[in-house]
């Protein structure tokens, strides 16, 4: 059976079953019966959150239609949880209590209930994007796919200095104001000076004569702007394309940011050519016949493109519907989201608890990396 979401319907209890059964009112061994999953999102086209959200939703559909030809049976619950909601009304609603699996919520505020809730009642929770509270480290039903900016800066320093321990790092200020990339700029220069490395800073108006000062002959040079904006990688692009001119001997990776994914498409050959790494939790190939099957398979299903972004969020929900549902049937309430079942197609999970009494957050940290023969490789740490 397939289901269509489509805008202006009532969604505030819509059910999408690709089982026939009735939901049992006792919660039996899920590896047994249908993996019963609920979403509480905001489901709407009122705003981006709703229209966001919806294509999250539509790729938790696509990924149960894919578990049921694996023999995987899924009841599906979705609740149409706004940012003004009650979350506590919508729990009140029949099957709430019933589910194995919860997606949501979206917004921070409406955590804490839905925390109480799922401890009451044994439900995994996944919260799949961004929140700002402290739930994961009280709460053992929480799984927090979101990692913050501050976590992700200290793994990609930490990481930085286990794999370029040999380059000459080179840092280029980009003159851009409102970068919000100085806390990894001068955590990674801070940590440098504190283990004793060299490194070089220039300017991206610097005449020729100072740029190249800042290069060395004697080990890879890694070179790290202080902006993740493009027009200011074009410029570095022409910076260090005329110094390769000139002293053809020099040996330039480039260290990015995971905002360089949205540029991609026009920058692969300077990706490649500059031995480009891309500090990500996720990575999308395109031209993947996986890829390609759900972007057909979600233009057919709801007569629509899915949206352009990093990452995708069709394909997001894809990704956390399999990896979870699949874990459920397999290990059943065991499963604790330290292993993948299989691969995923855009985001790999691994969950770690939080504390000794908390939750579990996923704690997946990759570089994306164009080599120079022209394959992409991911580097998992």
């Keep these: 059976m397939r289901h269509y979401l489509r805008y202006g319907v009532l969604i505030a209890l819509m059910a999408f079953t690709v089982v026939n059964n009735v939901m049992a009112t006792n919660k039996t061994d899920v590896r047994k019966r249908e993996v019963r999953v609920g979403i509480l999102l905001p489901l709407h086209d009122v ?42 009304q919508t729990l009140l609603k029949d099957g709430a209590d019933k589910c194995d699996l919860i997606f949501g919520p979206l917004y921070t505020k409406q955590v804490p209930q839905l925390a109480e809730f799922a401890k009451a ?170 890829t390609q099957t759900l972007l057909q398979d979600y233009n057919r299903w709801f007569h629509a493109p899915m949206m352009e972004a990093i990452p995708r969020f069709a394909i997001t929900g894809y990704d956390q519907a399999c990896f979870f549902i699949r874990g459920l049937h397999e290990y059943g309430d065991k499963f604790d989201g330290s292993k993948s079942v299989k691969p995923s197609v855009q985001t790999p999970y691994r969950f770690e608890r939080v504390g000794k009494n908390g939750g579990y957050q996923n704690q997946v940290f990759q570089f994306i990396h164009y080599n120079t023969n022209g394959a992409i490789s991911i580097v998992n740490f």
């Excluded at 995987?72 to 149409?80: L, Q």
């Excluded at 793994?155 to 990339?181: E, L, Q, W």
């Excluded at 949205?262 to 920058?267: F, I, K, P």
């Design 47 to 88: 705003d981006g959150d709703g229209r966001r959200m919806v294509e999250f939703y539509r790729g938790i559909l696509l990924a149960v239609d894919d578990l049921k030809k694996e023999g995987i049976s899924v009841d599906i619950h979705a609740w149409n949880v706004n940012i003004d909601a009650d979350i506590r």
């Design 121 to 290: 009642y044994g439900i995994k929770v996944v919260i799949p994007f961004s929140i700002n509270g402290d739930d994961v480290t009280k709460c053992p039903q929480i799984y927090q796919v979101y990692q913050s900016p501050e976590q992700l800066n200290e793994k990609t320093i930490k990481n930085f200095m286990g794999r370029f321990a040999d380059y000459h790092p080179v840092f280029i200020d980009c003159n851009d104001p409102d970068s919000k990339k100085g806390p990894f700029t001068k955590g990674l220069r801070q940590l440098l000076d504190s283990k004793g490395v060299n490194y070089n800073i220039t300017n991206l108006t610097s005449p020729y004569e100072n740029f190249v000062k800042a290069f060395t002959l004697d080990k890879p040079n890694i070179v790290i702007l202080n902006t993740d904006r493009s027009p200011e990688l074009t410029s570095a692009y022409r910076k260090l394309d005329e110094l390769k001119r000139n002293n053809s001997a020099l040996k330039i990776s480039m260290f990015g940011y995971t905002e360089w994914l949205m540029y991609e498409r026009n920058n692969m050959a300077k990706f490649v050519e500059y031995d480009t790494y891309v500090p990500s939790t996720f990575y999308l190939n395109i031209s993947a016949q996986k």
